[in-house]
C-alpha cells in the first residue's frame, strides 16, 4: 500500500520541478523561447498569407469558369425547349436556390412550366404508410391503363400523379381526369400545387433533395432523416411511365440518395433519366438539355460522377 512518505515525496519532486523551470524560464531560457515562439508565430502568420492568397487566386479562378460555363450553358439550353410545356415537381425538401435554378434554365430554354408542385411530408411519413395504400387502392381504379402492375402504393400515387399533370383532351387542355386526380391527391394532403394548371405538360422534371443521415432514436434503433431512396426510385419510374419523358435531378452529395438509386439499378435506369450536380450551376443546365433529350427519345445518366452515362446529354433531335 503506498503510505504517506510516498505522497510527501511525490509532492516535493512536484514543486521541484515548477521551481526549477521557472527559474530556467526567467534566465538562461528566457531568450531562446522567447525567439523560438517569435519565430514560429513568424512563420504562421506568413503561411496565413500564403494560403489567403492561394486561396483568392482558387476563388477568382473558379469565378472565371462559372461565368464561362454560364456563357457556354446560355448558348446551349437557349431554345432547347422552346414551345414545350414541363411540370415542375418537388420531392420533398429542395432547397429555394435549387428550385429557382431550375426554374431560371428552363424559363430560358424557351419552356412552358404548366405546374410547380410540392410532394408534402405524407407521401414519405412511416406513420402515413397505412394512409398512403387507402388512398392508392381507391385511386387505381381511376388510372385506367395507367395503373402500374403490382401493390406498390408508392408506384400507384406516383402513376396519379404524373397523370395529373400530363393527361389532356387530345389537345394541350387537360382532361377531366387529371383534374380529378389532382383534386384526390391535394385533398388527402399529399400534394401542394401552386398556380393553377391549365395546360397538360409534356414532361416531368422531378427534383430531390439530398439524402439525410441516418438518426439513432432514443429506443435505439435507427431512423432515416429523409424518407428512403426508394420511394423517390418508385415515383419516377412511374412518372416516366405514364408520361413518357420525365427526369429526375438532384445534388447527388452522398451514395443514399434517390439519384444514385436509380443509377444503381440497372432496370430502373435504363428507363429514367437522371441529372446529378443540381447544387451547381452545372447541373442546372444540364436540366433543360436532359429534357429535351428524353422527348426525342435519348436516356441517359448525367453529371460528373463515374457512373455518369455522359457529363452533358446529347443533342435533341
Do not use: C
Not at 469565378?63 to 460555363?69: L, T
Amino acid at each position: 500500500m503506498i503510505d504517506f512518505r510516498y505522497h510527501l515525496v511525490s509532492l516535493i519532486s512536484v514543486f521541484l520541478a515548477l521551481a526549477i523551470g521557472i527559474i530556467l524560464g526567467a534566465g538562461p531560457l528566457q531568450g531562446a523561447i522567447g525567439e523560438t515562439l517569435t519565430e514560429q508565430v513568424d512563420a504562421l502568420r506568413a503561411e496565413r498569407t500564403d494560403l489567403r492568397t492561394e486561396l483568392d487566386a482558387t476563388q477568382s479562378a473558379l469565378d472565371g469558369d462559372e461565368r464561362y460555363i454560364d456563357a457556354v450553358g446560355r448558348r446551349l439550353v437557349t431554345g432547347s425547349l422552346e414551345g414545350n410545356r414541363v411540370a415542375v415537381v418537388r420531392l420533398g425538401d429542395v432547397s429555394e436556390d435549387m428550385h429557382d435554378g431550375v426554374l431560371k434554365q428552363l424559363d430560358r430554354s424557351g419552356a412552358t412550366v404548366v405546374a410547380d408542385s410540392v410532394l408534402t411530408d405524407s407521401w414519405s411519413e412511416p406513420a402515413d404508410e397505412s394512409s398512403r395504400e387507402t388512398v392508392a387502392e381507391g385511386l387505381r381504379v381511376n388510372l385506367g391503363e395507367a395503373a402500374p402492375e403490382g401493390e406498390d402504393a408508392n408506384a400507384v400515387l406516383g402513376a396519379a400523379l404524373a397523370l395529373s399533370l400530363t393527361g389532356d383532351d387530345g389537345g394541350t387542355e387537360r382532361s377531366s381526369q387529371a383534374t380529378d386526380l389532382e383534386a384526390q391527391l391535394e385533398r388527402f394532403g399529399f400534394v401542394e400545387s401552386g398556380d393553377e394548371q391549365t395546360e397538360s405538360a409534356e414532361a416531368l422534371v422531378l427534383l430531390v433533395g439530398p439524402a439525410g443521415q441516418a438518426q439513432e432514436t432514443a429506443d435505439g434503433t435507427t431512423e432515416e432523416a429523409e424518407p428512403a431512396p426508394g420511394i423517390w426510385t418508385a415515383v419516377a419510374r412511374a412518372a416516366q411511365d405514364v408520361s413518357g419523358a420525365a427526369v429526375l435531378a438532384g445534388p447527388t452529395d452522398n451514395p443514399g440518395d434517390a439519384v444514385q438509386a436509380v443509377r444503381d439499378d440497372e432496370e430502373t435506369a435504363a428507363e429514367v433519366t437522371t441529372v446529378s450536380g443540381l447544387d451547381r450551376l452545372v447541373g442546372r443546365i444540364n436540366v433543360p438539355l436532359a429534357v429535351a433529350a428524353r422527348l426525342s427519345g435519348a436516356v441517359g445518366q448525367y453529371g460528373l460522377e463515374d457512373d455518369a452515362t455522359a457529363v452533358l446529354p446529347p443533342p435533341a433531335g
